[in-house]
């Protein structure tokens, strides 16, 4: 299928994007990389009178060393990401997370500011962010607001970011010698998750300290698994303890079925990836994981 009719607006710069949108308002759709808006379009799922493209404003694509934050500009493609050297040295989880977003193509045109106010609740980079704790700087004409990457997401394909704002910054602990995995399965290496699982901590002794595990494609929206982090921060990371763990990770989880998988096929690979996961932070070794 093929969109309907529309006006194309190309901003030249964050201010003129965000007095475009405050003009347009609810008529209006803002598209980074494309690789989500342009698709629901073609589906006509998603039908804008106006498209904004921010592809045009340099200034959003950026990623900048701030000492204990790194600050990343809404247009760095999941391609940037994956090569960037500070990121891969001072948060690791997030060129983790960003290479094993799609396909080639996709990695070089989708965006991290795209892909977070799209809020699919198959992201991965939405996993990643929530588990890092990001903040994310909303930009409008009324000025800007930062929120926490927990307070961001409120269901499927929905956020706080208002129609007249641009998502523009993203802001990431360094977190350098920290341990992070991200865990994904998909029926093909390109598709979104059936099941994403990031997770970072820090090894203190033989104890795990200050854990966050996110998951993603198991429910509405990504989430944080709250009972994982407070079953094992504090604790050695011992193989009893993480399968206890992970039996019950989803319990309590509203958790989605579909053509590609059940809920209960869904929640056994939950509880399979996050004790991977777990693993895989504690550098233990273990059953390999049941194919998809």
């Not at 704002?165 to 990431?172: D, P």
Request: charged share 25%.
């Amino acid at each position: 299928m093929t969109p309907e009719r529309f006006e194309y607006v190309a901003p030249a710069s964050l201010d003129e994007a965000t007095s475009t949108l405050r003009d347009l308002g609810d008529e209006a759709k803002v598209m980074a990389g494309g690789q989500s808006l342009l698709s629901l379009m073609k589906l006509r799922l998603a039908s804008p009178r106006y498209v904004v493209d921010l592809g045009r404003v340099p200034a959003l694509n950026y990623i900048r060393d701030e000492g204990d934050a790194i600050a990343i500009g809404a247009l760095v493609t999941y391609a940037e990401l994956k090569a960037s050297a500070l990121l891969r040295e001072r948060c690791a989880l997030l060129p983790r997370a960003a290479s094993v977003v799609g396909d080639v193509q996709v990695r070089n045109r989708g965006t991290i500011g795209g892909a977070l106010a799209h809020a699919d609740p198959a992201g991965d980079l939405c996993a990643a962010v929530l588990a890092l704790d990001a903040r994310l700087k909303l930009v409008s004409t009324r000025g800007e607001r930062w929120v926490w990457a927990g307070e961001f997401f409120l269901g499927m394909y929905a956020s706080v970011l208002e129609p007249d704002e641009v998502l523009a910054e993203i802001r990431v602990p360094a977190i350098a010698g920290w341990r992070c995995a991200y865990l994904k399965a998909a029926r093909r290496p390109s598709d979104f998750a059936l099941v994403g699982v990031a997770v970072r901590c820090r090894i203190d002794g033989r104890a795990c300290a200050d854990l966050a595990m996110a998951i993603t494609g198991v429910s509405d929206r990504v989430f944080r698994a709250r009972s994982v982090e407070e079953a094992l921060n504090g604790r050695e990371l011992e193989t009893a303890l993480i399968e206890e763990t992970a039996s019950r990770s989803m319990d309590g989880v509203d958790v989605s079925g579909d053509i590609h998988a059940s809920s209960e096929y869904r929640t056994h690979l939950a509880r399979v990836y996050v004790s991977r996961a777990i693993r895989a932070v504690g550098a233990i070794s273990g059953p390999p994981t049941p194919s998809v």
